[in-house]
């Protein structure tokens, strides 16, 4: 860095750091990076901010952050973070309805999931695995129709 840019940015430094050269380089260099680091916190903060309106909104009606998440994932609705808090501070009624139209989803969804883990996948589209007993599958089955 040339000496009028150092001068320039070390403008409002204290003591010689911000007449000396030397000094006002190494406090100018270490202000950088100090500003480029603050500028992705700036980001991550208010993200964290966005999550906590978003759950403080999601628990007024009876629903976690994370359900409303992937329930949203599910529901192919795509309103970032940021949307999310804006709704939930401001327009109560709509928020409302996202969580209405997310919460059947979501359970389905799981349950699908839980299922398809558990190796329950012929039972779904109607066919009885091999390991379960004549009994069970006169009893599963017929219940079913």
Same mark, same amino acid.
């Given at each position: 860095?040339?000496?009028?840019?150092?001068?320039?940015?070390?403008?409002?430094?204290?003591?010689?750091?911000?007449?000396?050269?030397r000094i006002a380089r190494n406090r100018?260099?270490? #202000?950088?990076?100090?500003?480029?680091?603050?500028?992705k916190q700036k980001k $991550?903060?208010?993200? =964290? *901010?966005?999550?906590?309106?978003?759950?403080?909104?999601?628990?007024?009606y009876g629903v976690s952050?994370?359900?409303?998440?992937?329930?949203?994932?599910?529901?192919?609705?795509?309103l970032n973070r940021k949307m999310l808090a804006e709704l939930a501070q401001n327009e109560p009624l709509s928020f409302q309805s996202i969580? #209405?139209?997310v919460k059947p989803q979501?359970?389905?969804a799981r349950t699908a $999931?839980?299922?398809? =883990? *558990?190796g329950y996948i012929g039972m779904r589209l109607g066919n009885p695995p091999d390991s379960?007993?004549?009994e069970t599958k006169d009893r599963v089955y017929t219940a079913e129709r």
């Open positions: 860095m040339n000496k009028k840019l150092v001068k320039k940015f070390a403008k409002g430094f204290r003591g010689r750091a911000k007449n000396c050269v100018v260099e270490k #202000a950088l990076q100090h500003s480029y680091r603050g500028r $991550r903060d208010a993200r =964290e *901010a966005w999550i906590m309106q978003v759950n403080a909104g999601c628990t007024q952050y994370n359900t409303l998440i992937s329930g949203m994932k599910v529901a192919n609705i795509e969580i #209405a139209h979501v359970k389905p $999931r839980m299922l398809e =883990e *558990a379960m007993s004549e």
